[in-house]
């Protein structure tokens, strides 16, 4: 994967730098040094990049003559929404719960809805990662 490859990606499925960061579970600083063409991550980081990705959907080409770029898989090949990620937030007893798939998940008793979804976003990256982990078990 290439610099522009990876803005190319992001954009793509429309993510920020800060997203692809958390959900690959790397720096910040290490994106967007890539991407700016200031550093290659070590090999463990960009292949954690790749792997978060290509689980969203991108597909990589190789330089063939014609330059290298991404594409969108299929619509038909790309996962059901039924994995994504449902909060249920009861604001009478500050309950929240996270459903992802087939599995629901107690994320604790919050006294404002802004703290369940603080909660629950790290959820999802634990979630994302753990796809991400799934698609490449090498990690």
């Known amino acids: 994967m290439t ?3 990876c803005r190319e990606a992001r954009a793509l499925i429309n993510w920020s730098q800060v997203r ?5 579970r790397v720096g910040e600083s290490t994106v967007r ?15 954690a990049i790749t792997n978060v990705l290509e689980s969203a ?3 990589f080409i190789d330089e063939n003559g014609e330059g290298a770029g ?7 090949t790309q996962e059901e929404p039924a994995d994504d990620l449902l909060i249920e937030y009861d604001q009478g007893t500050g309950e ?4 992802c798939g ?3 998940k107690f994320l604790g008793v919050f006294e404002t809805r802004e703290l369940a979804e603080t909660a629950a976003a790290e959820y999802q990256r634990e979630v994302d990662w ?9 990690l």
């Open 3 to 5: 610099p522009a490859q």
């Open 20 to 24: 692809l960061a958390e959900t690959s």
């Open 33 to 47: 040094n890539f991407e700016a063409g200031r550093s290659v991550p070590v090999e463990n980081n960009l292949v």
């Open 57 to 59: 959907g991108v597909i």
């Open 70 to 76: 991404v594409r969108l898989r299929k619509q038909a």
């Open 96 to 99: 929240c719960f996270a459903t």
């Open 102 to 104: 087939e599995t629901r």
């Open 130 to 138: 753990h796809k991400a982990k799934m698609a490449a078990p090498h």
